[in-house]
């Protein structure tokens, strides 16, 4: 079983559709969790972080739920520029500052 | 405000061959961690390079090793090149080594092909 875990879609939606990726990790003792975006054929960048209370970023909505190891993503108001692959990552207790990274949901927002 | 900066772009190389890629942190940053991302898969841990010394290692070959500079850069080494070790190799820099998590801020990344 992989660490990080998410559909690899590709999700495909209309401008303006709301859209939620999910993801499950299987270490428990997980201690930091993010999502990134990646462009085609770019270099992965920080999205937000997910906090256990959740939190929002604008059209960006991330909710952690500790005890079923999940977390989400829910994009409103979808955007052309919002297509891209969206990147769970977990960084694990006692593992510095190392990265986990699921392999990835991509989205596709049509006109 | 320099970014992390990744040489070369594009490599190809032929099975059995050695590799060498560079990174160069991100200006103020000081631990460098390295990626092997293959095509449609996310990005995997190889190592992280502070003070000089790899403090974290994935789950990869001793083919693979690294070194970390007094100036903070680094390579990546990658000996007797399989098929298999095709994919983009990204760097990634952040600040304070392994204390908790810290951004990482990501390079362009080298496109390495193995005929």
């Known amino acids: 079983r992989k660490e990080v875990e998410q559909d690899p879609g590709p999700f495909n939606v209309p401008e303006g559709a709301t859209v939620a990726f999910n993801c499950t990790y299987s270490?428990?003792?997980?201690?930091?969790f993010f999502w990134y975006r990646q462009d085609c054929r770019k270099e992965p960048k920080l999205l937000m972080s997910v906090y256990s209370s959740g939190n929002e970023d604008g059209r960006f909505t991330a909710q952690l739920n500790r005890a079923s190891q999940y977390i989400s993503l829910l994009i409103r108001d979808s955007k052309l520029s919002d297509s891209a692959t969206y990147l769970c990552v977990v960084n694990p207790r006692n593992a510095g500052n190392m990265l986990t990274f699921g392999g990835g949901t991509r989205l596709m927002v049509k006109p | 405000d320099a970014g992390v900066t990744q040489s070369p772009t594009h490599l190809i190389k032929t099975r059995g061959q050695q590799v060498t890629l560079r990174c160069s942190p991100k200006?103020?940053?000081?631990?460098v961690s390295w990626y092997q991302q293959a095509l449609g898969q996310g990005p995997q841990f190889i190592f992280q390079?502070?003070?000089?010394?790899?403090?974290q290692r994935g789950n990869f070959p001793d083919r693979f090793s690294g070194h970390q500079f007094p100036n903070y850069s680094s390579e990546l080494n990658v000996n007797a090149l399989l098929l298999g070790d095709s994919a983009l190799y990204l760097c990634?820099?952040?600040?304070?080594?392994?204390?908790?998590?810290?951004?990482?801020?990501f390079g362009d990344g080298t496109r390495l092909s193995i005929l």
């Open positions: 390079y502070y003070e000089e010394e790899e403090r």
């Open positions: 270490n428990s003792a997980s201690q930091s």
């Open positions: 200006s103020g940053h000081d631990t």
């Open positions: 990634a820099s952040s600040l304070g080594g392994d204390r908790g998590h810290q951004p990482q801020h």
